[in-house]
């Protein structure tokens, strides 16, 4: 894995989403601000894992990977809607990401800074960021990319 990876976020998938029980509510808005990126490493055949940190943005490297430096980040996003509506953000638990020859990597362990009842602010905004782990099994190379869907709903 000699190549920057980053993972990309679906656009929102609940904009325009209306409640059947409250048709009047201001629709949620899911914006990303930055894209979760690992930036550059090497592995050897044993693999490893490289971690980013959702809070700091540190990036981590474990087993046989080695940094190559660069600039890794943890990704941002910002819900809009009503202020102070409680909401409910998913993601999911892990994603595949592919190069353009086919080899395969896996983001794990995805996570966010979102306290445990996350709400919207009094602006109707909540912003978190998110990280997870790189696992890179056996001796891959190229760029590798993937999308990280994120849903919000009001509860």
């Known amino acids: 894995m000699a190549a920057p990876a980053a993972a990309k976020v679906d ?5 325009n989403q209306r409640s059947a029980r409250d048709p009047d509510h201001k629709p949620l808005t899911v914006e990303i601000r930055s894209q979760l990126d690992f930036s550059r490493a090497v592995a050897s055949a044993g ?13 981590q ?5 080695v940094d190559l430096g660069g600039s890794a980040f943890a990704g941002s996003a910002v819900v809009t809607g ?3 509506r409680p909401v409910r953000v998913e993601m999911p638990a892990r994603i595949a990401m592919k190069n353009a020859s086919g080899g395969e990597i896996e ?4 996570r966010s800074n979102l ?8 602006f109707g905004k909540l912003e978190f960021s998110f990280g997870g782990d790189l696992v ?12 990280i869907p994120i849903t919000a709903q009001y509860e």
Do not use: H, M, Y
Not at 48 to 59: E, F, L, M, N, S
Not at 115 to 122: H, N, Q, S, T, Y
């Open 11 to 15: 656009d929102c998938l609940t904009c």
């Open 47 to 59: 693999g490893g894992v490289v971690k980013i940190d959702p809070a700091t943005g540190t990036r």
């Open 61 to 65: 490297v474990s087993g046989n990977v």
């Open 82 to 84: 009503e202020p102070g």
């Open 107 to 110: 983001i794990s362990n995805i």
């Open 115 to 122: 306290p445990p009842a996350p709400k919207l602010d009094g």
């Open 136 to 147: 890179v099994r056996g001796n891959v190379t190229g760029t590798f990319r993937g999308r």
